[in-house]
């Protein structure tokens, strides 16, 4: 059975600060680009530990407005991925993605990043704590230097 992650997003002007929670995340493929009609679509597919067996996750996303992909960046970290996506232009959106509806459950409001517009000038949000952030351009790249977990090497002593 695919499962569909949930999303955390919050954003500025400029940007989208979008969380995918999918906690140990194996070989996690993510896409980010713009739709023929001009929309930003990012999709991430990756399998994670669910207890007995590891669950597939899937997402399909097509934003409210074109992206640029080339600015954009990612952090792949053991609870979640974080991507800061650039829009193409500085504005506010209304909602994250093109569509709008009750179906959207997996989508949250990320409030601990969140800023309203007319407080946007006193940004207190610092990624500097996030670590090397790379190009998504970039990621397929990256991850194939991350390899698979590979087991809990020397642990000498434990007996079993």
């Known amino acids: 059975m695919v499962l569909i992650p949930t999303v955390k997003w919050a954003q500025r002007s400029h940007c989208l600060y979008v969380t995918i929670d999918v906690q140990d ?4 493929q993510i896409d980010l680009d713009n739709t023929e009609d001009g929309y930003g679509h990012l999709t991430y597919k990756a399998t994670a530990s669910g207890g007995v067996e ?9 934003m409210y407005k074109a992206v640029d992909k080339d600015s954009s960046k990612i952090s ?21 993605t093109k ?12 409030w601990d990043k969140w800023v309203d517009s007319d407080d946007e000038g006193e940004d207190n949000f610092d990624p500097s704590g996030m670590g090397e952030m790379g190009d998504i351009s ?22 079993g």
């Open 25 to 28: 995340s194996k070989d996690p």
């Open 54 to 62: 590891d669950q597939l996750y899937e997402l399909d996303l097509v």
């Open 76 to 96: 792949v970290s053991p609870r979640h991925i974080f991507l800061m996506i650039e829009k193409t232009e500085a504005e506010s959106w209304p909602r994250l």
């Open 99 to 110: 569509d709008s509806g009750r179906h959207l459950t997996h989508i949250k409001v990320d």
């Open 138 to 159: 970039n990621f397929a790249s990256m991850m194939k230097g991350m390899g698979g977990a590979g087991g809990m090497g020397a642990m000498g002593g434990m007996g």
